[in-house]
């Protein structure tokens, strides 16, 4: 049923009424010159006016004031959800009666797309235009936004303002930065050191010795030489173009999505936490192997995903419940997708499997608090800090005692 606009509470009604009664004017004389009565003023005399009244014209007590007071409060929440539902609703009814298609995106907001409804408007061409133009939102919303050959095939065409606002966000992100000092270094070596052959390097990069000169992972310099400086050096490192490539995609896209939703400082302690936990679990598992890239840094910010979507699970609003479903499908995806991709040749498995668990745990400890029920949350951040613990005592256990 079409949900129906709640216009005024109680207080609205108040002030409705007082404005009304001063655009009226003063009551008119009555006949023979006799005065009308005085109108009995709200709250009594001069004296007793701004105290309250109860039940039997009571002045009311101060349990009674603060009970009416949260009563008030409630019933003005009840009317605001009310009046957010049924603007919701309109505003989908406005938006399916102009034949449109609503895409959103958290950095870059709604972009409306045409969406023919009759079947003399809708072609061949224009259904390929239409499924091109959200695929390209999708993967690449800023290309769709700033460039303004492709407006016309939008809806409804981005105000300057609200551009302006995007590349802001994106520019200031962390993820932003750390890319692109992550691009700065790798081109840095490869013009000093030159690329090696695909035939040596499959990823088009340097060769391995200047990866390790550089701090690349080295299970033997960390534990014998006490160089842990490893541990964080290879989240800016790269095999390759290739490898440089991928993970920029991924970081670029996803991490600043996942900044905006949770603050830089939450951001960053995830990201640097799991890629210094992947780079150390890499050295229990592939002690005879070279590691570098940001990939396990890029898996916990993937394992982080899931705790949090289901930490605020019930605090979407209507609209955007297709959303939030379609995020924990795409998390599912990528871990799915990560697990297998993980055991090919020239891929650190253990980083990555490693980077998904720490950055689960990570993210059940520091977004608990979002949750709404005091047991759901004292739960979900003892599992999170118990599997923290546990993480971390086994892997300094058999890092100790068998590597």
């Known amino acids: 049923p079409r949900p129906e606009p709640v216009v005024v509470g109680l207080q609205q009604a108040d002030a409705l009424a007082r404005a009304e009664e001063a655009e009226d ?14 109108t009995p003023r709200r709250g009594g005399s001069r004296k007793g006016r701004g105290r309250k009244q109860g039940r039997w014209g009571q002045p009311m007590t101060e349990a009674e004031t603060r009970d009416a ?12 959800r009310a009046n957010h539902r049924w603007r919701v609703w309109r505003r989908k009814k406005q938006v399916q009666e102009n034949g449109m298609l609503t895409v959103w995106d958290p950095i870059w907001g709604e972009v409306l797309l045409p969406r023919f409804l009759s079947e003399e408007e809708e072609t061949p061409r224009r259904h390929r235009q ?5 695929v390209l939102f999708t993967v690449c919303p800023c290309l769709v936004l700033s460039c303004r050959c492709l ?31 992550q691009i700065a270094l790798f081109a840095f070596i490869a013009g000093h050191y030159g690329l090696e052959p695909l035939s040596v390097n499959p990823m088009c990069g ?10 690349a992972k080295n299970a033997a310099r960390i534990k014998y030489w006490h160089e842990w400086y490893r541990l964080v050096t290879p989240i800016a490192l790269h095999a390759g173009w290739f490898h440089l490539a991928s993970n920029i995609v991924l970081q670029w896209r996803l991490g600043i999505v996942l900044e905006v939703c949770w603050g830089h400082r939450n951001w960053c302690v995830i990201y640097w936490t799991s890629g210094m936990f992947a780079s150390f679990v890499g050295c229990i598992f592939m002690t005879d192997q070279l ?31 297709v959303a939030r479903n379609a995020q924990l499908t795409h998390v599912l995806l990528a871990i799915v997708v990560i697990i297998p991709l993980s055991f090919t040749p020239m891929v650190d498995y253990a980083a990555h499997l490693s980077g998904l668990a720490m950055g ?6 520091m977004f608990a608090g979002k949750l709404q029920t005091r047991n759901y949350r004292l739960a979900m951040r003892t599992v999170g800090v118990a599997s923290l613990t546990l993480l971390a005592a086994c892997s300094i256990s058999w890092f100790i005692l068998f590597t």
């Open 206 to 215: 340097p060769a391995f010795p200047v990866l390790d000169f550089w701090g």
């Open 291 to 321: 590691s570098v890239g940001s990939s396990g840094a890029l898996c916990g910010l993937i394992g982080a995903w899931g705790p949090f979507l289901l930490a605020t699970w019930n605090q979407t609003l209507p609209n955007d419940v």
């Open 69 to 80: 007071e949260i009563a008030l409060q409630m019933q003005m929440q009840e009317v605001s």
């Open 151 to 181: 407006h016309p095939y939008l809806g409804r065409a981005p105000s300057a303002s609200e551009i302006r606002l995007a590349w802001s966000r994106v520019l200031f992100s962390m993820s932003f930065v750390i890319g692109l000092l």
């Open 25 to 38: 004017g003063p009551p008119a004389p009555a006949p023979g010159g006799a005065q009308p009565e005085a």
């Open 360 to 365: 689960a745990a990570m993210s059940s400890t």
């Open 130 to 134: 239409r499924t091109c133009m959200r």
